[in-house]
């Protein structure tokens, strides 16, 4: 289960509280008040209209968003003073069609924040987050145009409009009533403050997590400390060193999760103590370093204050209510249900990891900088799986091309040619063109695999250019992850957990690549947060299908193809450490849902003492297994758009486990079975309300018995219990 990634539509709207109308479409009018000679001042001339980054510097950004900004003011003003009576052509659809220059650059400049940032793109976020902030109110809390909408709305019975449309009017509705059209004056002029402040806050809170990878880079002395890498790890440790002007030294880089992936192979106990606290200790000040707890506290204050200003008793209330949980209590009864089950689990693991270090005559407790290096100890006693044995199976562009694309090839059809003519915003970046079974092309993929210090941690999906009929416009994708870099002229051998995140991500992929929807609003993720995982988690565990495994485990030195008895190793290894794997997801879950469920006047002031009573709370106060994210760098909930929301990964695991054991009993990996989920899920975007979409494609509501057999947990719970 892939836990790191974030959608396109939290990418470009996080930090700017919801910029309600993000169209591509060309304004009737010049873009007068941007010179001709920006790049975005006219959509580009490449293929889909596909960023022409050869052309695109920092210095175009903000003049092209404050043109932008401009214009589509003017469109929105002029719909809301239109004279005619309103309907749903003149204002909805018309809402649909403004701000095609703003958001051209913003989706651009949006994904440079996140994969290829520097301290002039920071700049410029942080002086434009506030002031987005404000445009976004400027449009959602315009009266006249607020006038027309609800007029619309309170005739939506006698409008025939189709079912897209019809939703449509429904959500821009919400949507405006959610921002505060119905409060008054004195009201709306405090949510704007509150908007302009989290938008500044949640951009410094990235900013800061990102300075915070230089910061707690481990620099290890010796080589003989680096015991159990493998050499290419060990010589890129090396060439990271060098870059960073310790020659002969080595250097670990500690981004994304409070484990750290070097800790499953690293033996020398104290340098792995180093890694973990130097992760686990992250944004707290630690000897002078980076404190982003008074930003998170102050986050948690303005959202729970603005949630009482619109009437909901909580944050977590506001945020839940367009999701498909609806209520926190509804997540929190399934979450809560989970972790008898899950404790009994990892205590069982835990007794196997003390039994594995004792025998290395270690009589210690177990520490969570020795869990992930003796699980996998574990693993190769139980399994016989020895994760140098398997990585040289696991070469990227193998992974890619006779898995990843091979699964899409199989199920969907479709295929990828890449190119090499397009330009990119970083020399690790390809292109593909992904041609559909009947030839046509669907839209262009961007592959960025590698980290790099430019490069937030974790991985997601992104887009240039987003699908719509109205506008004509098919996608530009991107798949972003943080494999690490070989060094020069080494294979990239990866990890499994990357395999798995490289078939998840391209779930989100084909979610915006198969899109046919007409209004952009709804097209390729636009779906409810607690859906968005469904199609990326449906797609990993084909990662494991015998055949798609027997096709890209491939020997990157010898070409052979990786042996049945050990393919069945490592299918059977899969469900060891799901206890881990799910405590520390449920652990972080409960943060969120802590955080967000306070009253504006009970925000802690000591953020660790608050961290450690909500997972005692819950029963989630074990050491050895920490959360996932700690509240310091819990990127998802204070700069990610996942605040209250981090429980949809297991929420939408629900479907996707279920999803694939229906396709399972219906024949598995074919074009038939592939088609019937393209047509009834990954085509529809959020033009249909996602449990609709869900039933049409299963024939009934979801059983979380698949669930509970993905993680190891159908023996410990009774499955009416849990469900969604």
């Known amino acids: ?82 004279p005619e009576p309103p309907t749903f052509e003149n204002t909805i659809v018309a809402l649909e069609q403004s701000g095609a220059l703003l958001t051209r650059v913003q989706r651009v400049f949006y994904n440079m924040t996140s994969a290829h940032t520097n301290d002039e793109i920071q700049q410029i976020q942080s002086e434009m987050a506030p002031r987005l902030a404000e445009h976004s109110d400027n449009i959602r809390l315009n009266a006249a145009l607020f006038e027309r909408v609800q007029t619309l709305y309170e005739q939506q019975d006698a409008l025939n409009l189709d079912e897209a449309s019809a939703k449509l009017l429904r959500d821009e509705y919400r949507d405006f009533v959610r921002a505060g059209a119905l409060l008054d004056d ?62 002969g030294q080595y250097l670990l880089s500690i981004t994304n999760t409070t484990r750290v992936p070097v800790l499953t192979n690293l033996k020398n106990r104290d340098v792995r103590q180093r ?30 204050e603005r949630a009482q200003l619109l009437g909901y008793d909580t944050f977590a209330h506001f945020a839940l209510e367009p999701q498909t949980a609806e209520r926190p209590e509804n997540a929190l009864d399934m979450l809560t249900d989970l972790i008898p089950a899950v404790r009994a689990n990892t205590e069982r693991e835990a007794a196997m990891i003390q039994d594995r270090m004792r025998a290395d005559g270690i009589d210690d407790d177990v520490q969570p900088w020795d869990w992930e290096y003796y699980a996998e100890r574990v693993r190769e006693a139980e399994y016989d799986i020895d994760d140098q044995e398997v990585r040289p199976y696991f070469e990227l562009n193998q992974v890619l091309e006779d898995g990843v694309f091979y699964t899409m090839n199989r199920l969907y059809g479709i295929s990828f040619e890449e190119r090499f003519d397009l330009p990119v915003y970083h020399e690790d970046v390809r292109v593909f063109d992904v ?66 995140t490289l ?8 979610h915006g690549l198969f899109s046919d929807t007409r209004y952009p609003s709804q097209a390729m993720t636009s779906v409810p947060r607690d859906f968005v995982e469904f199609p990326s988690t449906f797609e990993e565990d084909w990662a494991i299908h015998p055949d798609v495994l027997a096709n890209y485990a491939i020997h990157h030195e010898t070409g052979q193809r990786i042996p049945e008895e050990l393919l069945d190793r490592i299918i059977a290894a899969r469900d060891f450490n799901q206890g881990f794997e799910t405590q520390e997801y449920l652990a972080a879950t409960m943060l969120d849902m802590e955080w967000h469920t306070l009253p504006p006047d009970a925000v802690p002031e000591d953020v660790l003492a608050f961290e450690q009573e909500a997972l005692a709370k819950y029963g989630l106060d074990y050491a050895p297994v920490p959360p996932r994210y700690k509240s310091p760098y819990f990127a998802h909930i204070f700069s990610g758009g996942y605040s209250a929301n981090y429980y949809a990964y297991i929420w939408s695991e629900v479907l996707a486990a279920d999803a694939f054991a229906y396709m399972t009993e219906q024949g598995g990996l074919t074009r038939e079975n592939g088609d019937h989920y393209r047509a009834t899920i990954l085509s529809q975007g959020g033009s249909r309300e996602a449990m609709d979409l869900y039933v049409d494609f299963r024939g009934q509501e979801p059983d979380v018995e698949p669930l509970l057999r993905r993680r190891g947990l159908n023996a410990e719970v009774n499955a009416e219990s849990v469900e969604p």
Request: include cysteine; proline fraction near 6%.
């Open 186 to 247: 004195d009201q709306q002029q405090r949510i704007r403050a509150i908007n302009a402040e989290l938008s500044s806050l949640s951009t410094e809170f990235q900013e800061k997590l990102l300075a915070m990878t230089p910061e707690r880079a481990v620099l290890v002395e010796h080589e003989s400390d680096l015991e159990g890498l493998s050499a290419d790890r060990i010589a890129a440790a090396r060439e990271a060193a060098e870059e960073r002007g310790h020659d």
């Open 503 to 510: 078939f998840h991500e391209m779930g989100h992929g084909v």
């Open 275 to 304: 890694v973990w606290e130097a992760s686990a200790h992250r944004g707290i000040g630690q000897d002078g370093g980076i404190d982003t707890r008074p930003l998170v506290q102050r986050m948690a204050a303005l959202r729970a």
């Open 435 to 500: 041609i559909d079974h009947d030839g046509e092309q669907l839209g262009l993929f961007y592959a960025d695999y590698f980290a790099r210090d430019s490069k937030r941690g974790g991985a997601w999906m992104s887009s240039f250019v987003g699908q719509s009929h109205l506008l004509d416009k098919k996608p530009v994708v991107v798949n972003v992850l943080n494999i690490p870099k070989p060094a020069e002229g080494e294979p990239a051998l990866i990890s499994f957990d990357n395999v798995t």
């Open 1 to 82: 289960m892939n836990l790191k990634c974030l959608p396109i539509w939290v990418l470009i709207g996080f930090l700017l509280i919801g910029t309600p109308y993000s169209s591509e479409a060309q304004s009737s009018a010049p873009n007068a008040m941007l010179d001709a000679t920006n790049p975005f001042y006219e959509p580009s001339t490449l293929p889909f209209e596909t960023p022409d980054f050869d052309a695109i510097s920092n210095a175009d950004y903000k003049p092209a968003m404050e043109a932008g900004m401009a214009q589509q003011m003017e469109e929105v003003q002029a719909i809301a003073d239109n």
